[in-house]
Nanobody
Framework: QVQLVESGGGLVQAGGSLRLSCTAS???????????MAWYRQTPGSQRELVAS???????NYVDSVKGRFTVSRDNARNTVYLQMNSLKPEDTAVYYC?????????????WGQGTQVTVSS
């Protein structure tokens, strides 16, 4: 099994910054079968949205609304992915979830963290 642990959420003023971290744990073999990690977010009554993703090789993807403001990065040796969020807006307020694409789920995003609340005040 793979477990994901998130940290870094909190309350910030509009225009401020936060950095989220997500660390994967498990056997060396199971960790090696992670092909990509991603950040999703969800607000009450809304669809869960893919915010950013990064492959083990470093290829990244972002939803249009965060391009130029958010940066996803990874440290493969630490099994950790980060989401640097700059120029935050109230509409970024959501629960942010870390996810891992894994062979257990045919390399779809099947492992999830518990989520961390990000609140941006105006």
């Amino acid at each position: 099994q793979v477990q994901l642990v998130e940290s870094g959420g909190g309350l910030v003023q509009a225009g401020g910054s936060l950095r989220l971290s997500c660390t994967a744990s498990g056997s060396i073999f199971r960790i090696s079968r992670i092909s990509a990690m991603a950040w999703y977010r969800q607000t009450p009554g809304s669809q869960r949205e893919l915010v950013a993703s990064i492959t083990r090789g470093g290829n990244t993807n972002y939803v249009d609304s965060v391009k130029g403001r958010f940066t996803v990065s990874r440290d493969n040796a630490r099994n950790t992915v980060y989401l640097q969020m700059n120029s935050l807006k109230p509409e970024d307020t959501a629960v942010y979830y870390c996810a891992a694409a894994h062979s257990d789920y045919e390399f779809e995003y099947g492992y999830w963290g518990q989520g961390t609340q990000v609140t941006v005040s105006s």
